[in-house]
Each structure stands twice: as C-alpha cells, then as structure tokens.
C-alpha cells in the first residue's frame, strides 16, 4: 500500500492557477493522442482492405491538429513561467513530472513543422499497408518504396532535433531519454559477450530440451480464449481493455489507466505464439492500467520510457511467464483448453520446452540466450541506416548475413527475414528498447526475488497478485512522474546495471541445461 505522503505527491495541485492552466491545455492534447491510438488500434485489427489510404489522411489530420495544440505559444509561456518553481516545496513530483514531461514534448514538437508531423502520419498509415501486403507475398520490393520515404523521414526529424554524434542519437531519445549511441553500445557489449558464450556452451554441451508438446493443430480460436485466462490470472483487468488479433502483436495505451488495449498473432500449428505473445503484451498492458487515476489525460500518465516499458512486458513474459513455478500455477487452463494434445504432459515439461535454446528467424518466437542477438541485429541495421552507410535495397541481403554471422541461420524468404516486423513502417529507434527492457527487468527480478523469499511457492499456486501488487506500489503507479534511471533506482535501489541480466541469463540456463 501507498504512504500518505507517497498518495500526495500523486496528485496535481490543481489549485495553483498557472498548473490548472497548463492542465487545461495537455489534457485537450492528450484526447487528440488518445484518438489518434485508437485509429492505429482500428487499423491493426479490423480495417477494411480498400480503406488503407483514407485513414492514412485521417491520421494525418489528427496529427496536424495535435501539432497546433502541441506548438502552442500559451504552453511554451506556461512552462517557462513552471519550470523553476515547480521545484519549490508547495508542489508536488506529479507537477514536477507534468511540467518535466510536456518541456520535452514542447520541445520536440516546435522543432517540427506541421507538414512534417502531416506526412509522417500519412506515411505511417500507408507504409503499415505496403508492409502488410508485402510480408503476405513475400515482396520486400512493394514495400522498400515506403521504407525509404520513411527512412527520408526520420533522417529529417533527426536533423530538426539535433544531435551531437549521430543522427541515430535523436531517434534513440524519442523513446529512451538521455540515450545514445555511446551509451547503448556500453550496455549491450555484456549482453552480446553472454548470448554468444551461453548459446556456444548449449550448443556443445549437446544437452537438449524437448519442445515437441508445442506444436501440433490448435483452434486459433481456442488459443485467444485461452490467452484472455493467461492475461486474468496475471490481472489484467478486461474491464478497462481488450484483446484482438492483428498481423503483429502490441499493446495500446490509448487513454491510460482507462482503456488500455492489447493483441495476439495466434499461430494454429505453434502453441507458444500465442500464450507467450499475451504474457509479453499483458506486462505492457498491466503497466499501463496501473498508472494512477490522477495522471489520466496527462503525458504523465503511462509507461516513462519504452525500455522500461519492455522491463514489464520481458518480466512477465520471462522471468515470471517462462518459469516452472507459474506454470505449475497456471497450466489448468492449458489443458482444459487442449485436454487432449496437453493431457499426458505436465507443468515442468510444459515449462521447460517454452525455454529451449535454438537458433532461429523469428524474433518474437525467440528464446531468451538468441533474443537479444535478434534485437542487435536491428539495431546495427537501423542505425546504419539513418546515418546513411545502408542503402534500402541491400537491406535484405545485409539482413541475412547479419542472421548467418550472429545465429548460424538465415532465411529463406524476406518475410521471414526483412519483412517480419511492423516496427519500420513508422519509425526506427525503438527495437534497443527490447534489450534495455531486458536489462532492467531482470534488476527488478532480483529485487523481487530478494522482497519474497517464497516467490516460487506463490507463483506456483496460481498467486501473480503479490508480484503485481508490489510493481504497481513501487513502480506502476508513478506513471511517467520520474525518468528511467530516478525510477530504477526508486524500484531496485541502483541505476541500471547490466550485470543484474548477466547474472540471470547465466544461472538459469546453466541450470536448465545443466551446464
């Protein structure tokens, strides 16, 4: 449970004119924001096939008026009139945060001309077609077009910005604040040196896990029922959300904590697609819906950063979500949705073959020692790209050298190579965000695992409650009030140490395999 005075600093102080101000402005904001998600939302699951186009200029015109509102000069007089006096003791971390969150945001957003942010909207929308349609055919040509205009882009926003090194730099600090290059290339170097090493020891040690139970034929329908019980036993509350199918699985924050909504890409002939898919968005999700009501209509509400919103979604989706003990607490709904391909195997042989080893193409479908080799892959990829050394037409050829040198495979077709990921069609900065989320939240495992010392023997009597109810005390209901590193150390009582995954990845598949 909260303190009082943790409850206090919750809430905006309303009463002062000059906040009140700057409330009536982000909130109108924040509505248009909410709109434009929903659009996306619409478009992933259910638009028809020939509206495409329309609702490409659709968002562009949200987007446009979002810009207006964003850019306004009222807003920038409010918060320079905020800035320093929002340090002084009257007020409270939540208007520290407002006031920290929307400088940003203002920043960001007079930097940018209206006609950029129109195109960018438009491109977003039409790119997600091309891409659809080209992974479908397996016709990275349809698609690169639109790459490269996105590309075009981001290179533009990168160059209004600013930046001191690269113009990847810019791009990172959208979705990760205060990174770069430099940094991340620290922080990863660890991650690397265990992934090769650990998947070199498995792979000679000739140990090997049994993975069989997975496939097989299962109902799509059946498997999306079944990710709804996986996502109530995590408590994901279905009264503020929902779920849907779309190509790709995500997570939409459309207006936090009120209506937080989530997806899957059920695979009928692979099992773990699915469920794993809905404990990996359910952390997204249940991290969104544990904002506090009082941030709601707020750039304060929500998840800080997207590598500590991936903290979330790789903590339940791995740590907890891949463990023997959550499966032992969970597996009944398993097999009462496939009793007959799940009845002769059990909680622990269920478990262990969710986290065998092997090299493959996809990434969402990877294991936990390969992941993070997918996400460097991308992100040497990207960043190339931006700053000018890729041309789009080498990409898939670079895309499955890359594939043979880190993971000793390579594909056969760009759509499972090349085209297997949303994430281009609007942008490039975020995939280093699934690595970092990585690194964190194994630091907060270990906080976890270090708060319950019966963490195993709870999990596997179907109780998740204790491991959410301690993340949104400590860390959910804070919302965005406190920046990455501030909130680390808030939750686990140390900036972000990449030794804390390190650690993890190595004790756990030293024993899995036992090595």
């Known amino acids: 449970m909260l303190t009082q005075q943790e409850t206090a600093t919750l809430e905006f102080s309303r009463k002062d004119e000059r906040i009140a ?8 904001i924040d509505d248009l924001k909410s709109l434009s998600s929903l659009g996306e939302w619409d478009q992933n699951t ?6 495409g186009q329309t609702r490409g200029n ?18 920038g007089q409010l918060l320079d009139g905020l800035q320093e006096r929002v340090k002084g003791g009257e007020y409270t971390d939540a208007d520290r945060g ?14 940018l001309p209206r006609t950029l942010v129109e195109e960018m909207a438009r491109t977003t929308a039409n790119s997600f077609e091309a891409w659809r349609r080209a992974r479908e055919r397996n016709d990275f040509a349809s698609f690169a077009p639109w790459l490269a205009r996105t590309v075009e882009l981001q290179r533009e926003v990168a160059d209004h910005f600013g930046y001191e090194e690269t113009r990847y730099d810019a791009l990172l600090d959208l979705y990760e604040p205060g990174m770069t290059v430099s940094k991340l290339d620290k922080l990863f170097a660890p991650v690397r040196e265990v992934s090769a090493a650990l998947l070199k020891r498995i792979q000679q040690s000739g140990n090997t896990v049994d993975d069989s139970c997975l496939a097989g034929d299962f109902d799509t329908g059946k498997q999306v029922a079944l990710s709804k019980q996986l996502l109530i036993a995590m408590g994901y509350d279905f009264v503020r959300g929902a779920i849907a199918v779309s190509p790709h699985p995500f997570t939409s924050g459309i207006s936090s904590p009120f209506d937080v909504r989530l997806t899957v890409h059920p695979d009928q002939h692979y099992i773990q697609a699915s469920i794993m898919a809905a404990i990996h968005e359910g952390g997204h999700a249940v991290y969104e819906q544990g904002s506090a009501e009082s941030l709601a209509r707020t750039p304060a509400a929500g998840g800080v950063s997207m590598g500590v919103h991936e903290s979330q979604s790789r903590l339940w989706e791995n740590a907890i979500g891949r463990s023997e003990a959550f499966w032992r607490g969970q597996y009944a709904a398993v097999r009462e949705a496939f009793p007959q391909h ?6 622990a042989a269920f478990a262990r073959a969710l986290n065998k080893v092997q090299p493959s193409l996809i990434r969402i479908e990877a294991d936990e020692v390969t992941y993070n080799l997918h996400i460097i892959i991308r992100y040497e990829l990207e960043r190339e790209l931006i700053n000018g050394k890729v041309a789009i037409e080498n990409l898939p050829r670079l895309w499955n050298a890359k ?9 056969a077709r760009d759509s499972e190579g090349v085209l297997q990921d949303i994430h281009w069609t609007s942008g490039f900065g975020y995939f280093p965000s699934y690595t970092l989320g990585n ?14 010392p019966d963490f195993d023997e709870r999990l596997s009597a179907g109780d998740t409650a204790f491991v959410l109810n301690w993340l949104r005390d400590k860390m ?21 140490d990449p030794q804390f995954f390190v650690r993890y990845l190595t004790a756990k598949f030293e024993r899995i395999y036992g090595l």
């Open 21 to 28: 101000a700057l409330l009536e402005l982000v909130e109108k």
């Open 46 to 51: 259910q638009l028809p096939d020939g509206a």
């Open 58 to 75: 659709q968002m562009a015109t949200i987007q446009g008026v979002m810009h207006d509102y964003s850019t306004n000069p009222r807003l």
């Open 98 to 111: 407002l006031v920290h969150q929307c400088r940003r945001l203002y920043d960001q957003a007079t930097k």
């Open 342 to 347: 799940f009845g002769s195997v059990d909680a």
């Open 403 to 411: 594939y043979r040198e880190y993971l000793g495979v390579e594909p």
């Open 439 to 452: 690194l964190y939240g194994a630091q907060i495992y270990a906080t976890l695992r270090h708060e319950f």
């Open 476 to 496: 959910y209901v804070f919302g965005s009030i406190y920046m990455p590193e501030e909130l680390m150390k808030r939750v686990t009582g140390a900036k972000p």
